[in-house]
């Protein structure tokens, strides 16, 4: 009888925790060009990351802004090149002709720019995150600095898991872009995939970007529904605790 009525607490336990582990883990792309751009995702009173392009005209000020809002959370959204050279990388970019020696310096000087930030993710950055010897160095600056590296999985054959093994690193990667179509349906249709791969998994990882008024209107519209519903809201270094 005891050992039935163990049983049963150990089962209504772990069923709690799966009707418990339905978190969103929101990360913003592409903030510092406009601040009005990133303040209506900051209107959204829930926790998500913010990442945030070095050395544009308006990282400072939105910096500064992320920074007064305790349930948003800064990271550098690190320029990489990509296959499609129609790209522009922007300033602060690691290039895949860039020498390994010189990719500390880059993110010492892109870190400095963006104040703040508790990690990295990739901007673009397909034919850089398939180099073995560059993104090693990008890791090893994220062990060095107790920064997290999150891949945003532009390159299907990224090297960042294989990489980050080797260093006994622990890194995510994106498993939802949310709005790479901007029709408004889409984005919605999108926006409820990733809910269910939350609700499947245990958590998703969506990236959205900041110009994206569709994205943050889903978001929107959606997240006191969510929260009725057991679903949780996170910063994504809670990921990395």
Known sequence: MHLFKVSLVIAVCLL??????????????????????TQQFLDIPIPMTIA????????????????????????????????????????????ATTRPSKVRKI??????????????????GSRVTENEELIREVLRFCQAHDLFFLDSKTAYNSKVPRVAKEQG??????????????????IRMTWGDAVS??????????????????????????YEGLLKQGYTFHKLSELYE
């Open 16 to 37: 709690c925790l799966s009707v418990q582990a339905k978190k969103i883990f929101l990360v913003i792309d592409d903030a510092g060009l406009a601040l009005h751009e």
């Open 107 to 124: 993110l010492d000087q892109n870190m400095r720019s963006v104040r703040g930030a508790v990690g990295i993710n990739n901007h673009m």
């Open 52 to 95: 945030v392009l070095p050395h544009q005209k308006q990282t400072k000020e939105v910096c500064i802004a992320i920074g007064r809002d305790k349930k948003k959370e800064i990271i550098l959204h690190q320029p990489m090149e990509a296959y499609n050279t129609e790209k522009k990388t922007g300033p602060g970019a690691i290039m």
């Open 169 to 186: 690193m622990h890194v995510e990667e994106r498993h939802v872009f949310l709005d790479i179509n901007q029709n408004r349906d889409f």
């Open 197 to 222: 791969k939350a609700k499947a998994n245990g958590y998703v990882i969506v990236i959205g970007h900041i110009w994206s008024k569709e994205s943050a209107a889903a978001i929107r519209d959606s």
